[in-house]
């Protein structure tokens, strides 16, 4: 009778790595909303001359702008990155 002789391996590999990168640590960037991107920008409704004679009209355009999405100006935080490995 012939018997053969089986040999099974069994293993594994854990890496942990970290990597860290910041460019400008705690720099966001900037966005401005003046209120000049949308169509409300030349209103001539009853609204708009109230907010007008108030000195709203800039704020409140600027404010539509803002829940629009409309962006007049944007300022991006970009840079030397710095790398920490562990």
Request: proline fraction near 1%; glycine fraction near 10%.
């Amino acid at each position: 009778m012939f018997r053969a002789r089986i040999n099974c391996r069994f293993g594994a590999e854990i890496r942990f790595a970290n990597v860290n990168e910041f460019y400008h640590r705690r720099g966001r960037g900037r966005f401005t909303f003046d209120g000049s991107q949308g169509p409300w920008s030349s209103c001539a409704t009853a609204a708009c001359t109230a907010l007008s004679t108030s000195g709203l009209l800039g704020r409140a355009e600027s404010l539509a702008d803002f829940l629009a999405g409309d962006v007049a100006k944007s300022l991006l935080a970009v840079g030397t990155r710095s790398e920490r490995c562990a």
